[in-house]
């Protein structure tokens, strides 16, 4: 195993073979944070330990708040991304939430949208999957989409 690539040694009685294959990062990152909608990781799982949480467990090491992982990412748009939102209408960019990019959804907890007080199972550490438009209709600025630089150097490979 090297980074997103793997091989395998099959063997038959007659013959060895490599079978050689790339991961799919973006594919695993979607996959395990689909794995964890409609459920409560802790009791207070912010945004950036849930997207933290999920990088971690496919190999990509993040850590930090909100701020520290916008500053340690690159400009991207491909799925699995890390898409950030700010509270700010003007001034400096300051980001304030973040979640994992799936398709035109967002797999997020703890999001200022969607929690009805009145409902105790409506949780705000739920993760849970938000059309993309509706976070762009509750956050006044336009999102931005990185990538730490280790998933976008496997897209490369």
């Not at 979607?30 to 409609?38: K, M």
């Amino acid at each position: 195993r090297e980074k997103g690539r793997w091989e395998i040694k099959v063997a038959t009685p007659h013959e060895s073979n490599i079978v050689k294959f790339k991961i799919n990062k973006r594919a695993q990152i979607v996959s395990v944070a689909n794995s964890w909608v409609v459920t409560k990781p802790s009791d207070q799982e912010y945004c950036n330990r849930f997207v933290v949480r999920v990088y971690n467990h496919v190999g990509i090491p993040l850590s930090g708040t909100v701020g520290p992982l916008y500053n340690s990412t690159l400009t991207d748009t491909g799925e699995g991304c890390l898409i950030f939102y700010t509270e700010k209408e003007q001034g400096e960019w300051d980001p304030a939430h973040v979640g994992i990019q799936d398709s035109e959804f967002i797999i997020d907890t703890n999001c200022k949208i969607h929690v009805d007080p009145n409902r105790p199972d409506d949780d705000p550490y739920i993760v849970k999957k938000h059309n993309q438009q509706a976070l762009e209709d509750e956050y006044p600025e336009e999102s931005r989409k990185r990538a730490p630089k280790e998933l976008k150097d496997l897209d490369g490979e």
